[in-house]
């Protein structure tokens, strides 16, 4: 049981640069999350996922596109890299159960991207 | 949105004290989580505690949702400690209940 695994661990990209971080979680959980997390900073939510094939925006959503084609994955794209994206970005998955009960969130390794 | 304070945003122990972090938030919340990031950048789950206490050997938690606190206690603090500790709520509202505001941190550092 691996959890959440992120890929890469690290990127570095020059400005306009696309790119996709690969979120995979191993747990059948069916909410995924995408943050990002600046120097100094808590997490800052980017994109969530309540399921299979369903995205909605977070705090911070611009210069980000995000795809939930399978279950268990959650890709982050970023179109045209700018340096203000330069952060470490942590996906994040809980399990859906009723509407009051636990929902603890366990989070991957994090990527850390440069943007030159 | 909801508002997160932690409070103090840096401490520094000697090995062996103890030490008492808090979280205010500004709203209900049905979801609160502390994390300790690690000097290496891991986020490692400490407590699920939207509301009561919960202990976890050196480590326990304590929240009073009515107040709008929580309280993270660390007893005989070791140099492992060190990092940053890190409070998450999420709010009391439908598909928003699953989503994390997080605050700022708090930075401890343990000296030997």
């Known amino acids: 049981n691996a959890g959440v695994t992120q890929t890469p661990k690290f990127r570095v990209l020059k400005t306009g640069q696309s790119m996709t971080l690969l979120c995979a979680q191993d747990?059948?959980?069916?909410?995924m999350y995408w943050y990002r997390q600046d120097p100094g900073m808590g997490l800052r939510l980017i994109h969530y996922s309540v399921g299979e094939g369903t995205t909605a925006k977070g705090e911070v959503p611009d210069g980000y596109n995000v795809s939930r084609l399978k279950k268990q994955n959650f890709l982050l794209g970023l179109e045209s890299a700018a340096p203000s994206q330069t952060s470490v970005y942590f996906c994040?998955?809980?399990?859906?159960?009723?509407?009051?009960?636990?929902?603890?969130?366990?989070f991957g390794p994090g990527t850390r991207l440069t943007v030159l | 949105g909801i508002q997160v304070e932690q409070s103090p945003p840096d401490l520094i122990l000697q090995e062996g004290a103890n030490s008492t972090l808090r979280c205010n938030f500004s709203?209900?919340?049905?979801?609160l989580q502390w994390f300790h990031q690690n000097p290496w950048g891991q986020l490692i789950n400490l407590f699920y505690?939207?509301?009561g206490t919960k202990q976890n050997g050196r480590l326990s938690a304590t929240t009073v949702a009515t107040e709008r606190y929580s309280l993270l206690y660390i007893s005989s603090s070791q140099t492992t400690d060190s990092g940053v500790y890190f409070c998450a709520v999420g709010p009391y509202s439908g598909a928003g209940s699953y989503q994390l505001t997080f605050g700022k941190g708090t930075k401890l550092s343990v000296i030997p």
């Open positions: 709203d209900s919340v049905n979801n």
């Open positions: 994040a998955s809980t399990l859906k159960r009723t509407l009051l009960s636990y929902n603890e969130q366990f």
């Open positions: 505690i939207p509301s």
């Open positions: 747990m059948n959980h069916e909410y």
